[in-house]
């Protein structure tokens, strides 16, 4: 087992219509607005940005993103990620639950090297931090589509 792979997957259930989910997605550069944990985007060129992240743990993981889809009718986004974190992230929303399920997977490398170091013993810890990132993130996307 790689100790550094990582794959997560969160769903979402929100009571907002899908086209209203899809194009608030779909701004990156506007989650800081509404996801606590996302603290800067910035657009690099067209389909590629920095991102930097923090959530309980005292540390901020960059990334730059390069979009590798972008299909509203499909309901897909989809970025590759290089930076501390190597590999993919992709929502995708339908019609569902209370109004929308957004469903969101990422599958990742830790490039970092203190958490490469800390991998084994950390890993309970980095997965609740992720959890936890993903559940701030659900809470400020639902207030912020009530007040769009």
Same mark, same amino acid.
């Given at each position: 087992?790689?100790?550094?792979? !990582?794959? *997560?997957?969160?769903?979402?259930? =929100?009571?907002?219509?899908?086209?209203?989910?899809y194009e608030? &997605?779909?701004?990156?550069?506007? !989650?800081?607005?509404?996801?606590?944990?996302?603290?800067?985007?910035?657009?690099?060129?067209?389909?590629?940005? $920095?991102?930097? *992240?923090?959530?309980? =743990?005292?540390?901020? /993981? +960059? %990334? $730059?993103?390069?979009?590798?889809?972008?299909?509203?009718?499909?309901?897909?986004?989809? %970025? +590759?990620?290089?930076?501390? /974190?190597?590999?993919?992230?992709?929502?995708?929303?339908?019609?569902?639950?209370?109004? $929308?399920?957004?469903?969101y997977e990422?599958?990742? %490398?830790?490039?970092?090297?203190?958490?490469?170091? /800390?991998?084994?013993?950390?890993?309970?810890? *980095?997965?609740?931090?992720?959890? *936890?990132?993903? +559940?701030?993130?659900?809470?400020? /996307?639902?207030? !912020? &589509?009530?007040?769009?």
């Amino acid at each position: 087992m790689d100790w550094c792979r !990582y794959r *997560f997957r969160s769903v979402w259930d =929100l009571a907002a219509a899908p086209d209203e989910v899809y194009e608030v &997605l779909s701004r990156v550069e506007d !989650y800081p607005r509404w996801w606590p944990q996302v603290r800067e985007v910035t657009e690099v060129e067209e389909g590629v940005g $920095t991102a930097r *992240f923090r959530s309980f =743990l005292p540390y901020d /993981l +960059r %990334v $730059t993103g390069r979009t590798q889809r972008s299909d509203p009718s499909a309901g897909v986004l989809e %970025v +590759r990620m290089a930076g501390d /974190l190597d590999g993919w992230s992709r929502w995708t929303v339908r019609a569902g639950g209370r109004g $929308t399920r957004a469903l969101y997977e990422q599958e990742v %490398v830790v490039r970092r090297p203190l958490m490469r170091r /800390l991998s084994v013993p950390c890993r309970p810890v *980095f997965r609740a931090n992720h959890a *936890f990132m993903m +559940r701030s993130g659900k809470r400020g /996307l639902e207030a !912020y &589509l009530e007040g769009v």
